[in-house]
């Protein structure tokens, strides 16, 4: 089955320039015996170097006077340019940036990083809203270790954000081919609804298989569920599993197929009692886009996923499930969960608002942070639906 989901703001922000491999003409003219300490091209190359260091003078400035008015939460004019760095006109021409350590050819989709970026962000009001709170929902395989990134988003926006284990993924100690039912699945989430006060919402975010698992608790809690987002997710009709969803896209995906592995801990002539993932084939299947420092994170973290769960069909009401508000984010270029079919569970159920995450492969959370950061502002944001 299709699988599950930048940057920090750092304390302080340095700019450090490493030494230039780089061997100036003036040096190359000396190892051939032809240069002169008062040649005009030398006082040019000098010229050149002095430019340089003046620009990274001011850069850092513009750094220190940024990081000093967000601490002192003063408003000034920002610089909304989409670069990083603030280049004074009579300075010349800059050098290029570095390319990024991301293992993924960049985007042109891909937003740039700000220096406003680079601190906390106050600049979001979380202050007002029907609810700041956002449940974290993982998909299949999963734990709640792929929201990290998020997370920090998220809580430097000044949002409340609980990321959840379901039960036997993650740090949950449970063992997954024990697992019998959705209900026993979800529990963890389950919890946290039950314990909130009255009157208390919450957002739910389901990625993956974890679009099942809100999908049950909103047929149970209603009323505790301002919005729910499902990202690149299971949106089920009532009467309708996880499995069956996937079987539509079953004879396209031989990837997914290949990469699948089934586990019997009740032996053989019994059913799957889980689903492992073939580690050699996840990063072409979930992980395309991601940068590879978190396909390791993920290679090591992941666990199996219980069948019985994908199996159980769900019972979905008008009156329940359907009174809460739901959205869906389209990731463009997933290889396990394809574009179509997630169109044709908008098609079937459609959601009040359709969001399309360009860019992302079925881990969004992964390679593109920072668009789903913003998707999932915009939404809580979003003023209560007028009846």
């Known amino acids: 089955m299709g699988n599950s989901w930048t940057c920090f703001a750092p304390k302080e922000v340095r700019f450090t320039r490493e030494p230039s491999k780089r061997i100036p003409n003036f040096l190359r003219k000396s190892r051939t015996g032809s240069s002169s300490s008062s040649s005009p091209s030398r006082n040019k190359q000098g010229n050149k170097l002095d430019d340089e260091d ?26 909304r340019s989409t670069s990083v760095v603030y280049p004074n006109p009579s300075l010349g021409v800059l050098k290029k940036l570095p390319k990024s350590s991301s293992s993924r050819q960049r985007s042109r989709s891909d937003s740039l990083l700000q220096p406003h970026q680079l601190v906390i ?11 700041n709170h956002f449940v974290l929902v993982h998909g299949g395989g999963f734990g709640a270790w792929c929201w990290y990134k998020i997370m920090t988003l998220l809580e430097e926006g000044g949002y409340k954000v609980d990321a959840v284990d379901l039960t036997g993924a993650g740090i ?22 039950e314990k909130l006060g009255d ?22 809690f209603p009323s505790k569920i ?31 197929r290949q990469a699948q592995m089934f586990m019997y801990a009740n032996g053989k002539d019994q059913p799957p ?13 979930l992980f395309n886009q991601s940068p590879a420092k978190d396909i390791t994170l993920a290679l090591v973290s ?39 079919l997630q169109e044709n569970m908008i098609k ?35 003023s209560s639906k007028q009846v």
């Open 273 to 285: 009692t889980a689903i492992d993932l073939d580690k050699t084939l996840v990063r072409d299947l």
């Open 199 to 220: 009157g208390e919402k919450v957002i739910l975010v389901g990625h993956d298989f974890g679009g099942a698992c809100i999908s049950y608790v909103m047929e149970l």
């Open 226 to 256: 301002s919005k729910a987002i499902f990202i690149a997710a299971t949106m089920l009709s009532s009467g309708q599993s996880t499995l069956e969803m996937f079987s539509q896209q079953a004879g396209s995906n031989d990837l997914m």
């Open 121 to 131: 962000n106050k600049d979001v009001k979380a202050e007002g809203l029907e609810t």
């Open 302 to 340: 992941m666990r199996p996923i219980p069948f019985p769960p994908v199996m159980e069909k769900l019972v979905l009401s008008d009156k329940n499930y359907g009174s809460v508000r739901r959205f869906y984010l389209v990731t463009q270029e997933d290889s396990a969960v394809s574009v179509s």
């Open 348 to 382: 079937t159920n459609p959601p009040e608002q359709v969001f399309w995450l360009k860019g992302s492969d079925h881990a969004p959370f992964f390679s593109r942070p920072q668009s789903l950061h913003k998707i999932l502002v915009e939404i809580a944001q979003m």
């Open 172 to 193: 949950h100690s449970y063992d997954t081919n024990n697992i019998t039912s959705l209900a026993q699945y979800v529990k963890p989430l389950t919890d946290i609804l």
């Open 54 to 79: 003046a620009q990274l003078r001011q850069q850092a400035i513009a750094a220190a006077l940024l990081f000093r008015q967000h601490q002192q939460n003063i408003s000034l004019p920002l610089n």
